[in-house]
């Protein structure tokens, strides 16, 4: 897959230094504009604060992007032509020459790739309500799956079914933590009320699990660490709740069904609560951007190979690199390779 890992990140991958991978959509498609330019550069900001080099994922005229340029993150920010992409969509995006905003299930599969293994985000896709009849799941969850990326988010958005969310992750064997917290985080919420297996509570410890994670050879999935918002930054859970409800009888009467309900209850909550969630929302991106350089920090980075790529999964990387220009091809072999 040709890819370009831009010359800062390919350095710090090759230094062993952290990097902590950034998703786009939240740019293009998450947030109003101008606001979205600001919020995207003062992430990249708060890894570099945290002691890690930002590499923000996108798509940029057929080329897969792994740390963006301030053109291109301005191009990604303000172009309303950005498709949305999530991994399914990369092939035909790359080979059309379209430019697109990545999701998390694209961003943590081109991280991954990169050998960039700490990626950032605000909340995952999940099993949406009322599965049994519209069979309506993320992609981000089977993808979660396959790549050995550790993803810290603040749990899984509130208006999808998050205990049938989190059962979906354990039939797909992915490792999910609660940090500092003994509940799953509920997105816009500290907490969703629903239990987690295990609590971690220093990136250290989350750390230690990543290396135990990597001599498990042939388990190889994501790890995902729920950060749940703080308490006084969380989005008042009885206006929430009144406000959800109110959002699931009116897409009831509307006729919204399948893919075309998450948006509209986001696009609900933002307008009901009088963009109080939204703030909540950023406060919660903005804490686990923080949490992710620590981790990765405390990770560290052991070079493996002869090129850039980790080589954390456990599997040789070899690649090529265009001098200059920081693009590459990378293939994998071996048992631990999707």
Known sequence: ??????????????????????????????????????????????????????????????????????????????????????????????????TGATTVSATAWLA????????ATGGLGGVHRGWSETQDESADLRLLARVGTTVVCAGVKSILDVPATLQRLETLGVTVVGYGTERFPG??????????????R???EAAAVM???????????????????????????????????????????????????????????TAHTEGASLEANLAAIRGNVRLAARIARAYGTEIRGATYGTGVRGTEARGTEAHGTG????????AGRR
């Not at 902590?20 to 939240?26: I, M, Q």
């Not at 997105?187 to 971690?200: A, C, I, K, N, R």
């Not at 693009?327 to 071996?334: D, K, L, Q, R």
């Open 211 to 269: 290396r135990a994670q990597d001599r498990l050879e042939g388990l190889r999935t994501a790890l995902v660490v729920a950060n749940p918002v703080p308490e006084a930054e969380q989005l008042d859970p009885a206006l929430h709740d009144r406000v959800l409800a109110d959002g699931l009888a009116a897409a009831e009467e509307k006729g919204i069904t399948g893919q075309a309900v998450t948006p509209f209850l986001l696009a609900y909550l």
């Open 202 to 204: 220093t990136p250290e």
């Open 1 to 98: 897959m040709s890819t370009h890992v831009s010359e800062e990140v390919r350095e710090a991958l090759h230094e062993g230094r952290p990097v902590v991978a950034l998703e786009s959509t939240l740019v293009a498609h998450g947030l109003p504009r101008p606001r979205n330019l600001a919020v995207a550069r003062e992430l990249e900001e708060l890894v570099r604060a945290g002691g890690a080099v930002p590499a923000t994922i996108a798509v940029v005229d057929g080329t897969a992007r792994v740390g963006l340029d301030e053109a291109a993150l301005i191009r990604i920010a303000e172009d309303p032509t950005v498709r949305k992409l999530g991994h399914r969509d990369l092939a035909p995006a790359l080979a059309t020459g379209a």
């Open 187 to 200: 997105f816009y919420l500290s907490s969703s009320g629903e239990p987690v297996d295990w609590t971690l």
């Open 112 to 119: 991954d790739a990169a050998g960039v293994r700490v990626f």
């Open 327 to 334: 693009t590459h091809s990378t293939e994998a072999h071996g």
